[in-house]
């Protein structure tokens, strides 16, 4: 059984190593409870265990540690900070992205010195998302392609998407992530095709297993790759030997007043798959499936007013639910 408790009027959230708890409610800034800032800020991302905020009033980067100690504050630009693939080993300089009033850039930012070392003048790997794998590579894509470059703007292996499922349109359907030096991510198409899962091997580009099927999103835990499939089929697969088992949890979520699984809000972590659904904004419900057991652990029916549900993160041991009224739910055991 779990207690769930309820923050109104969180605007902004987020969460360092499942532990730090980063809040934006009405116009006050907390770190784990602790009030840091007060004004209009938004949460800009993360500089290794330290919090990146942005004054929106008076245009002023902060740079917050994770016990809420202000660091340094600057008005000469706006920073953004790039995801980074769990594990990666970023110490003391990370890729960003700097605008300063006049120019948008990619940037190497020195925490050290709180200083910019080193700017790209040009396009920094492809025009999409980034994400970083060391403080050397980073892995990027946009709508057609991927690659790894290192940080001199090389690249070290790329791939279009079109070739590695046959289908013209085919494109990005998930998050890409990283598990034991293998990079996991899924392709789809609506025009035929040979749509799955993509393996590959992060360093060289290298294609190792393409698991056939129109899947959703893709969600790492520990070693683990979890994964669905149409008509409620869940699926597991073990990285370290690219095995992959399925589930079907349809009559399971029949009994439980659940119609799908297929929501990319979900999460996993010790072998549970935490998902939501939402239809329309007045369904929203919390589901946990254990794939050891093959039982649904827990449920919960969220409020009409709560509308539907924005996002979901998991912490060491709480759970936290954003919905579309503002309010951040919180489970713990």
Request: hydrophobic share 35%.
């Amino acid at each position: 059984m779990m207690n769930a408790t309820f923050l109104e009027n969180c605007k902004q959230y987020s969460l360092l190593d499942k532990e730090i708890l980063l809040l934006r409610i009405e116009d006050q800034v907390l770190i784990n409870n602790r009030s840091v800032a007060k004004g209009n800020f938004s949460i800009r991302g993360f500089l290794g265990t330290n919090f990146v905020l942005f004054d929106e009033s008076n245009e002023e980067v902060y740079i917050f540690s994770e016990n809420g100690d202000l660091l340094w504050k600057t008005a000469d630009f706006l920073l953004g900070t790039y995801r980074r693939f769990d594990g990666s080993n970023e110490k003391n300089s990370y890729l960003v992205s700097i605008n300063d009033g006049k120019n948008r850039y990619d940037a190497i930012f020195n925490f050290d010195t709180l200083s910019v070392i080193k700017t790209y003048s040009g396009k920094l790997g492809l025009e999409g998302k980034k994400i970083v794998l060391s403080q050397k590579t980073f892995v990027t894509h946009d709508r057609t392609k991927i690659a790894l470059f290192n940080h001199s703007n090389e690249a070290i292996w790329h791939h279009k998407f079109s070739d590695l499922i046959q289908a013209d349109d085919a494109f990005l359907n998930s998050e890409l992530i990283e598990v034991g030096g293998k990079l996991y991510f899924t392709l789809n198409s609506q025009k035929g095709g040979d749509p799955g899962i993509i393996c590959l091997d992060v360093q060289s580009g290298e294609l190792i297993r393409h698991f056939a099927g129109t899947f959703f999103g893709v969600f790492k835990d520990n070693d683990f790759v979890f994964s669905s499939k149409y008509e409620n089929i869940l699926c597991r697969i073990d990285s370290r030997t690219n095995e992959i088992e399925n589930w079907d949890v349809g009559q399971l979520l029949k009994e439980n007043n659940f119609k799908s699984i297929n929501d990319h809000r979900c999460a996993a972590q010790d072998g549970k798959f935490y998902f939501t659904q939402t239809f329309g904004d007045h369904n929203a419900k919390l589901g946990i499936l254990n794939f050891d057991t093959k039982i649904m652990d827990y449920n919960y029916d969220f409020e009409v007013s709560n509308g539907a549900i924005g996002s979901i993160k998991l912490g060491k041991d709480r759970i936290f639910v954003h919905t579309q009224d503002h309010t951040l739910h919180i489970f713990e055991e």
